[in-house]
């Protein structure tokens, strides 16, 4: 990949980062996407530790045959469920160095649409 392109992501990613901060009430939803799975964790910032994390690796299975928005939505289901039931309510959204479309969306609103609001 261009040596520009990449410093150009890690200044955008930085950017966003330095606006959000999570905590034990409300957790920063930190996404990240790579070419076939997404990753989304729910990590308290103040503690310094990742409260939960879930992936296309973990959830969803070899066999099953769905897009990666489908995928990613269903990555949102479940990070919304774990939260409802360890009484988290409210999350902030870390998109990284991602524009809000396409995978990243799809993980925040079947999120929303689950009960977490972000």
């Known amino acids: 990949m261009n040596k520009k392109l990449i410093q150009v992501r890690k200044r955008r990613a930085i950017r966003n980062r330095a606006k959000v901060r999570g905590s034990a009430v409300m957790p920063r939803l930190s996404i990240f996407r790579s070419n076939v799975n997404i990753y ?44 409802k039931n360890s009484g988290i309510k409210n999350a902030v959204l870390d998109r990284g160095s991602y524009r809000y479309h396409g995978r990243v969306r799809a993980v925040a609103e079947s999120a929303r649409a689950a009960g977490l609001k972000i």
């Open 40 to 83: 989304a964790q729910l990590i308290d910032d103040e503690a310094g530790k990742t409260i939960f994390g879930a992936s296309t690796r973990s959830i969803v299975k070899k066999g099953e045959k769905m897009t990666k928005t489908i995928e990613a939505e269903v990555i949102g289901k479940a990070v919304a469920e774990f939260a």
